[in-house]
Nanobody, 123 residues
Framework: QVQLVESGGGLVQAGGSLRLSCAASGRTFRYYAMGWFRQAPGKEREFVAAINWSGGNTYYADSVKGRFTISRANAKNMVYLQMNSLKPEDTAVYYC????????????????WGQGTQVTVSS
């Protein structure tokens, strides 16, 4: 079992930056692929970024490619999402997620989810 707790959300102006953190519990964290998803009001939850267990492979949604960077620190049981050049359309609740599968991270199917952290980008 993995428990996930996100932090780092907030209000930022367009063009600004935020760094989201996800603290994971569980000794098997290092074997999980990790991802970030987001859900804007009135919209379905969508994939943002994913990273494999070692951190050697990452994958991004086209909408955030070149602006967001996912990383992880297995020794600290942490996953991060650095968000730069933020746009109003990035406004959403951001969720950290964990997938124990060994498949393609581009199509990860998380088993565990955090409670989410709100990111609001003003124009």
């Amino acid at each position: 079992q993995v428990q996930l707790v996100e932090s780092g959300g907030g209000l930022v102006q367009a063009g600004g930056s935020l760094r989201l953190s996800c603290a994971a519990s569980g000794r098997t964290f290092r074997y999980y692929a990790m991802g970030w998803f987001r859900q804007a009001p009135g919209k379905e939850r969508e994939f943002v970024a994913a990273i494999n267990w070692s951190g050697g492979n990452t994958y991004y949604a086209d909408s955030v490619k070149g602006r967001f960077t996912i990383s992880r620190a297995n020794a600290k049981n942490m996953v991060y999402l650095q968000m730069n050049s933020l746009k109003p359309e990035d406004t959403a609740v951001y969720y950290c997620a964990a997938d124990s599968g060994q498949g393609d991270i581009a199509t990860m199917t998380p088993e565990y989810w955090g409670q989410g952290t709100q990111v609001t980008v003003s124009s």
